[in-house]
């Protein structure tokens, strides 16, 4: 049996510099989707899907992230003096979600690399989300590739199908099918951001991946790119030399938060599902034509 996700890795070392100047000062990974940071989004996914330790790889500039998963101490007595027990309760339910450790990644070389320097942390199957990809799905999208994962009994990736001409933001699967499995497919290579002349499918890595720890003797085989970065697909292509890796499509949609437009697209998105904001939003949108 191949055992139980119970932590998921959270890459956060980025420099976040198609934000700037927003992500100055700031981590990218704290830009605000309405009224909650994006990497927020992710770890409340890996909760709902029964994941209990978060570990977030960060580096300089990132305390933003570690005080908002921590008790605010002076909030909550305020909030609580004023008889805000709504808010009070918003905020404690990010410190109560979860378990949450930090790891620092040193030198920024790559995904890869972030995976790489949880090595001593993760001796279990575990998942990794970039939390630039924002997936509002139901089950959530870590909970559907985790029972996958329990089905195939090795590494799971998530995938979805990307217009010819965007391949080269992703990295790539070529795939064959998994009978009785529609959403799920065996892969038989992987290219980190091919040309779209040489990418063999449209079949994109999404920000999501169920890994086994002998990912970590792959990655240190892995060299460097011509960027110095040691990138995660890389790894698994080499992992791929000595087990099957699975691709699964998610039911669901997905926001790329990591470029501007894909942001903005994101906040609308996420707005108008609000109760409270829906209505007079739609309004403004409707408005300005
Ligand atoms: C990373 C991975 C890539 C994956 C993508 C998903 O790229 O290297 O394989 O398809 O995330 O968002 P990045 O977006 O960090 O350049």
Not at 245 to 260: M, P, Q, S
Not at 267 to 287: C, N, S, T
Request: glycine share 8%.
């Amino acid at each position: 049996m191949v055992g139980v996700v119970r932590t998921a890795v959270f890459p956060a070392a980025g420099l976040g510099t198609r934000f700037l100047p927003a992500t100055k000062a700031q981590p990218k990974e704290m830009l605000v989707l309405v009224d909650k940071p994006v990497i927020q989004y992710g770890v409340e996914e890996a909760v709902a899907s029964g994941v209990d330790n978060i570990l977030i790889v960060t580096g300089r500039g990132k305390n933003a992230i570690e005080d908002h998963f921590d008790v605010a101490f002076e909030l909550e007595s305020f909030l609580e003096q004023r008889g805000k027990t709504a808010q009070l309760e918003e905020i404690r339910k990010i410190t109560e979600l979860i378990h949450v450790a930090y790891v620092r990644q040193g030198e920024p070389r790559g995904l890869g690399h972030a995976v790489l320097v949880t090595k001593e942390y993760c001796h279990d199957p575990f998942a990794v989300i970039l939390g630039d990809d924002v997936i509002d799905a139901e089950p959530p999208a870590l909970k559907q590739m985790i029972d996958v994962f329990q089905r195939v009994q090795g590494p799971v990736l998530a995938v979805e199908r990307v217009p010819a001409q965007d391949v080269s933001s992703y990295g790539v699967v070529a795939v064959e099918p998994v009978p009785e499995m529609p959403r799920v497919h065996r892969i038989v290579d992987l290219v980190e951001k091919p040309a779209q002349r040489d990418a063999p499918s449209n079949l994109a890595i999404i920000g999501r991946y169920i890994l086994t720890p002998d990912i970590f003797a792959a990655l240190e085989a892995t060299t460097s790119d011509r960027t110095g970065e040691i990138q995660l697909t890389n790894g698994l292509r080499r992992l791929l030399e000595t087990r099957p890796l699975y691709a699964c499509e998610i039911d669901g949609v997905r926001h790329d938060t990591g470029n501007k437009l894909g942001f903005l697209k994101a906040v609308v998105y996420f707005a108008l599902k609000r109760p409270d904001l829906a209505k007079p939003f739609r309004e403004y949108l409707d408005q300005l034509g």
